[in-house]
Every structure is written in C-alpha cells, then in structure tokens.
C-alpha cells in the first residue's frame, strides 16, 4: 500500500540516510514536550524583557556543542538564547523524522517566548526549520541564516531516490514541496534577514545564499565570506561573522524602542 503524501518525509530511509544524530547532555536544560518526544533544549536568561534568539543547529550537532562561547555571545548582547534541539539529537527522546521535526518547531517557538520578541537562527540543516518558524510565526523579530538550504528537494535526492520510497519521483516532489517550499517560506516573511555563506563551502555552494537572498520578502543583509568552509564559517571568520549577527541583533533592538 502507497504510503500517504504526508508521511513520505517521516520515512526511515530519509531518518537513516539524511541525519546523524549524536547524543550529548547539554549543560542546562529546557525540555520542550513535542508530541511523541521530549525535547532537551536549553535556555540561557540575560534578557529580563525576554528577547530572545532561536537557534537551530547543523546536523551532526547538538545544543552542547553551542554552549562552548556562542552562549557567552549572545548573553554579552543581552539577548535570551534558546538553543533547539532536535528528536533523536542530544538528550531528546524520539528519531529524527523531518516530517515530525517541521512539526516540533512550534513547541520550540512557543516555549522560546511571543514571536515579535524573537529572532530566529538557522544554521544548515537548520534553516530547514528557522524557515518553518517564520512560515508559522511571520512575526518574528528576525531570521539569521548561515550555510542555508534554498533547495531541500536537492539535498534529500542526494542521498535517497523516490523509488526505494515506493513513490515515483512527481510524487516525492510533490511531498517536499508541500512542507519545504523556501522560496514560499522566505518569500513570504517580511522581517529582516541576514544571510551568512561562504564561497568555499562544499557542501551546500552559495548559489543557495544567493537564491535565498533573492527571494527573500523583507529587507536582506548577505555576507559571502573568502574563508572557511562549511564547518569552519565561524572559526575562520569569526570576527566578521560575530559584528555580523551583533549588528543585526542591535538593529532589531533598535526598531523595538
């Protein structure tokens, strides 16, 4: 029997082949309730009017790995962080199932605080879902995307075909557009954005950048860095990247006065 359209991206060949969850304790902890799984999440408080910045981490990742100085960061700023975790990632309970995971990006928001006070921070696999939260939430403060997905049909065709989906290939397109339009999502958000990318990455080239900048529907800061690559933005480039994402974050404290 055909699996439904709206399960397709919940199937185990896209959770075996497309994620690589680790396990790891945060620090602090947040658990958020997402349905079916608990989501260890953490909450670092340095705002007292409860601004806070949303971050979702690269596969591969997990809260701990940003509580190692991005923590200390954002609260210099005197921004809340709260830092996403993902099912099956980390501490949380549950696999990671894309469809599941679009779904436990409102949970997160809504534990985070109301959305004009947030902004939102992709990074990799991450824009997935800071892409869902201003599709759900538009009016959110902000969206922060670095080493971003444009095209997410693409990247799961490198690592499935349709057929071992038991669907043909119009159909999976179909799915995926139905939850992962980007150009809709983007498009449609009319906040500001900044775009962080650099020309060297290898695995998701800044065609995606420059595609998300040009479908973007509110005002766009894009910053394409010469150094680093994929997983080495932010080492590499650490200090134009950080006034980066300071910069933005005072504007939007700025326009809330």
């Not at 099912?87 to 990006?105: C, F, H």
């Not at 809504?110 to 990074?123: D, E, M, S, T, Y």
């Amino acid at each position: 029997m055909p699996r439904p359209l709206a399960d397709l991206l919940d199937h185990p060949l896209i959770a075996e082949r497309y994620f690589f969850p680790r396990r790891s304790r945060p620090n602090s902890r947040l658990d958020v309730e997402a349905g079916d799984a608990v989501l260890a999440c953490a909450l670092h408080r340095a705002d007292s009017e409860g601004n806070a910045v949303v971050h979702f981490h690269g596969n591969g990742e997990v809260v701990a790995d940003w509580q190692e100085g991005f923590d200390d960061f954002i609260e210099r700023l005197g921004w809340d962080l709260l830092l996403a975790e993902y099912r099956g990632y980390g501490a949380s309970t549950g696999e990671p199932q894309l469809g599941r995971m679009l779904d436990d990006v409102e949970p997160i928001l809504c534990a985070a605080g109301p959305p004009g006070k947030l902004v939102v921070f992709g990074r990799s696999v991450g824009s997935i879902f800071a892409l869902e939260a201003v599709a759900k939430f538009p009016g959110v403060a902000g969206l922060v995307l670095e080493s971003a997905i444009a095209d997410p049909l693409e990247r799961l065709l490198l690592r499935v075909e349709p057929r071992e989906l038991g669907v043909d290939a119009a159909t999976f397109e179909a799915a995926v557009a139905a939850r992962l339009d980007h150009r809709a999502k983007i498009g449609g958000y009319r906040g500001p954005v900044l775009i962080l990318h650099t020309r060297n990455d290898g695995l998701i080239d800044p065609s995606h950048a420059e595609r998300l900048a040009a479908w973007a529907g509110g005002p766009v800061t894009q910053l394409i860095f010469e150094d680093g690559d994929h997983n080495s933005i932010l080492v590499e480039n650490e200090e134009r990247y950080l006034e980066a994402v300071a910069g933005f974050l005072a504007g939007i404290r700025s326009g809330q006065t």
